[in-house]
């Protein structure tokens, strides 16, 4: 049997363990040897090692060995009992104390040597250790934690450490050899990798921590390797397919849309547009994940993509979350497209019934070019004739699958996936690894940076006066209710109210508007418009303007309550303003109450970077709560950090797409053993189903 079949043995029939402790392991998620062997510490002790117990001082917490001279229990209280237990180092007589556990004195007889580590108390006189741990001399076990550093794991009810490292020291043994190895040898070579046998055993039982921060390089490519892997697999099933159609280069349309725009795209945007169309031209399907910071001007280049696809005879489609975002590109396009001869229409899920099969009939004769709607895109009963380019917006608001379904309502069409939520490029790189990246880095001219204050509510009445100066020099002014995520409609009634009140009071002189979830979808469209056309000064408001709204005379954002709203939510809504030439300001009203809620406020004020607070915001909660990893269905990371190792990442990615060009579907032999384990690892992973 090789390692990795002997690995893939249920951990119940490993000795010592039997049904019952399965069980327990099972909680932990171990089924298998190779899950314990993966089960790595959740930290190392350091202990000192001393043989005289005169050596050691006050509260330092060490292992010293001693022979057993006696042991006594004492009832200290109702409850508490100590079992004291006295030894001789060979210089001086010290004591070992355990609390409640009476059944200690039973292994301890005298005359037995035992190894004990704890915290030294020598307030009484003679020196006494409070046992954290101890190991009979003459176990099997003990030799081997008999060193200075000792791994502790993470445990579970009737689980405890010494039955842990008794059972990995046990696999390591019985279910580990030197001979195997599955990373290609060249890797290991090349990046001076530690062998797999080698990094668990320094995982588990290191002889200092030189060895673990060894072990964890490997296991932390390792990982990132295999991952990367699967993603690259993945990518290069979508990419063998052909288009069914082709693109001119005159781009003639394409060019009086451009002229007729106000202004010029800039450098970042020309780039990426480059890049895009680059990708359109080619026999192979685009799959392009646009990023670009708030403000920075995506709907641009998704409208060059879609007006491409229709001047070229082909249809395009736009997809967002939001019904006043899908009226919002609507009109940006019509706007534009309609002089140059496109046929541009919106589907929602509010639209009338006769209205709705009016479009699909459009939509299916292929004469309704390009269209721009939400969830209602991807029903079952619509068909395109032949749809080419599908652009998804804000597309972290969408499912893989509600992806894969707008791709599925045409023949391998060119995806292309916008986000405003920054994410760290490298986070980005495994989220969607099998996509490829374009970046817009770069504001459009003449942008102020957005000043943000930070205020208690005790000064909202200066706020509202300030406001008051900015509406009569005739700018504009969003106003953000609570979030209040328990229901839509108290955060709704929140919203109502305080329209309300502020239009008798502080804004009395001006035209107060109100916008939120719960209203009907005709009187939120009659609503934006006003705002749009400038007249509402004011709008009261809730999250549903958080993504996309584009209003840039509006250059007030009052965030009410922000410390209840997350960092990349506070970011979204700051990016309502600053959209325009003229200075904007955003002021976030709070009492935080939290360190984590006072963080990500004095992030927001720090910094203006999408990118800088994505990071923070990952610090602040790990990359699970961010942006949706959770269910991008990645498999969990163990020894990997995507921040922290983002270089490794970066090479793990570039030789997995290398090998894989070179061995698409693994069948060389010197890659039977990656295959091997990539299977085991990623059982239900259909990507690697084609391989092999
Ligand atoms: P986002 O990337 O957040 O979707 P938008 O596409 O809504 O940003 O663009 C934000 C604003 O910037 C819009 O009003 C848009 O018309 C404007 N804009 C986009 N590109 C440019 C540019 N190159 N120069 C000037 N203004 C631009
Ligand atoms: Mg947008």
Redesign the pocket.
């Known amino acids: 049997m090789n390692l990795i079949q002997k690995i893939s043995t249920p951990i119940q029939y490993v000795k010592t363990v039997g049904p019952q402790r399965a069980s327990m392991l099972q909680k932990l998620g171990i089924y298998t040897v190779r899950d314990m062997l993966y089960y790595f510490p959740r930290r190392y002790e350091e202990r000192k090692l001393i043989e005289f117990v005169n050596e050691c001082s006050q509260d330092d917490t060490v292992s010293v060995r001693g022979t057993v001279l006696g042991s006594q229990d004492l009832k200290l209280r109702q409850g508490l009992t100590a079992t004291k237990v006295a030894l001789s180092d060979g210089m001086n007589i010290f004591y070992a104390v355990w609390f409640n556990q009476p059944h200690i004195k039973k292994q301890i007889a005298p005359g037995l040597t035992i190894t004990v580590t704890g915290k030294v108390d020598q307030r009484y006189g003679a020196v006494q250790i409070r046992v954290a741990d101890f190991e009979l001399n003459n176990s099997s076990v003990a030799e081997n934690y008999w060193c200075s550093i000792v791994p502790v794991y993470a445990l579970s009810e009737k689980i405890n450490q010494k039955f842990l490292r008794g059972l990995i020291k046990t696999c390591l043994e019985e279910y580990t050899s030197e001979q195997e190895e599955f990373i290609p040898e060249n890797l290991i070579k090349k990046y001076r990798l530690l062998p797999l046998n080698r990094s668990l055993l320094w995982m588990h039982q290191p002889q200092n921590i030189l060895e673990t921060e060894k072990a964890r390089r490997r296991l932390i490519f390792e990982e990132l390797f295999l991952l990367q892997l699967l993603l690259a697999a993945r990518k290069r099933t979508i990419t063998r397919k052909l288009k069914f159609f082709t693109y001119s280069d005159k781009n003639e349309i394409l060019k009086k849309f451009l002229n007729n725009?106000?202004?010029?795209?800039?450098p970042a945007?020309s780039r990426v547009w480059q890049e895009i169309m680059t990708d359109m031209h080619r026999s192979v399907p685009m799959y392009r994940l646009l990023q670009?910071?708030?403000?920075?001007?995506?709907?641009?280049?998704?409208t060059l993509a879609l007006l491409k696809a229709a001047e070229n005879g082909l249809q395009g489609a736009l997809m967002v979350p939001t019904e006043i975002l899908a009226e919002q590109h609507y009109l940006?396009l019509k706007r534009y497209m309609e002089p140059l001869g496109i046929n541009v229409g919106l589907l929602t899920g509010k639209m009338k019934k006769a209205e709705k099969n009016m479009a699909f009939q459009l939509i299916e004769s292929g004469q309704m070019q390009i269209v721009i709607g939400t969830h209602a895109l991807i029903q079952e009963n619509i068909a395109f004739k032949h749809l080419a380019m599908a652009v998804i917006?804000e597309q972290h608001r969408f499912g893989v699958r509600q992806r894969a379904t707008l791709q599925d309502k045409g023949i391998c069409p060119d995806m292309l996936v916008?986000t405003?939520t920054p994410i760290p490029r490298t986070l980005a790189m495994t989220l969607y690894g099998d996509l490829d990246i374009s970046v817009?880095d770069q504001?459009?001219?003449?942008r102020k940076p957005i000043k943000t204050h930070v205020i208690y509510e005790n000064k909202l009445p200066d706020t509202y006066e300030f406001m008051r100066k900015q509406i009569r020099i005739g700018r504009q002014a969003y106003i953000i209710c609570p979030l209040v995520e328990e229901s839509e409609h108290v955060e709704s009634q929140a919203a109502i109210d305080l329209a309300l009140e502020l239009s008798e009071g502080e804004l009395a002189d001006f035209s107060v508007g109100l916008l939120h979830g719960r209203m009907k979808s005709e009187l939120k469209e009659e609503v934006m418009t006003k705002f749009r056309l400038g007249e509402i000064d004011a709008l009261v408001t809730t999250t549903v303007i958080e993504v996309?709204v584009?209003v840039?005379n509006a250059t007030v954002m009052v965030i009410l309550d922000a410390d209840r709203f997350g960092l990349a939510q506070l970011h979204q809504l700051r990016?309502r303003v600053g959209?325009?030439l003229e200075q904007s300001y955003c002021i976030l009203v709070a009492n935080p109450k939290t360190d984590e809620a006072r963080a990500r406020l004095a992030a927001m004020h720090r910094s203006e970077d999408g990118f800088y607070l994505a990071e923070q915001d990952l610090r602040i909660r790990g990359p699970g709560e961010f942006c949706g990893t959770r269910q991008s269905g990645l498999p969990d990371l163990k020894v990997a950090d995507l921040i922290r190792d983002w270089k490794i990442l970066e090479v793990a990615r570039q030789e997995a797409i290398d090998l894989l060009a070179s061995d698409p579907e693994l069948k060389k032999p010197e890659n039977e053993a990656l295959l091997r384990e990539i299977r085991t690892r990623f059982p239900d992973s259909v990507q690697f189903a084609h391989i092999g």
Do not use: E, H, N, Y
């Open positions: 725009l106000s202004f010029g795209l800039t945007q670009g910071d708030v403000g920075s001007g995506k709907t641009v280049i998704s940006f917006d916008m405003a817009i504001l459009p001219p003449g996309g584009d840039p990016g959209r325009g």
